[in-house]
């Protein structure tokens, strides 16, 4: 079990991170293919201050990367460290509540960027394009 005591785990906090990469916001599609694919089962060992968490399975010792280390730690704590780790790039995690599916990755830690900040490189995206279409 990790130190600490089990509660309800807050919400995914939307606002701050828009990207569904590796580390990031679990897709549907990305949690509905980790529920059907293989899983192996596990149990944490450790999460540090920064995300990244570490997993005992019967292949031996993984770690993992997630970009929101409290909350992953307020799931992992609620599920008394019991996940499956599934090929896909995700950590089951099964509690009272519920599953939940926490996103991570394997090999690095990337930046969140938030929806507002994804939006606006789309919007910068299409003026250079209107522009470039106006010289033709």
């Known amino acids: 079990m990790l130190p600490g005591v089990a509660g309800q785990v807050r919400p995914i906090d939307g606002d701050s991170c828009g990207l569904y990469r590796p580390g990031h916001q679990v897709h549907m599609i990305q949690a509905r293919l980790a529920r059907q694919g293989r899983r192996i089962p596990g149990h944490v060992t450790g999460i540090d201050g920064s995300g990244w968490i570490t997993v005992e399975t ?79």
């Open 58 to 136: 019967a292949l031996g010792t993984e770690r993992f990367w997630h970009h929101d280390a409290p909350r992953a730690q307020e799931v992992l704590e609620e599920a008394g460290g019991d996940v499956e780790v599934s090929e896909k790039g995700a950590l089951l995690a099964h509690t009272a509540g519920g599953t939940y599916f926490l996103c991570v990755s394997k090999v690095e830690a990337t930046p969140c960027v938030s929806p507002q900040q994804i939006m606006q490189a789309i919007r910068a995206r299409q003026e250079s394009a209107q522009d470039l279409e106006a010289l033709n």
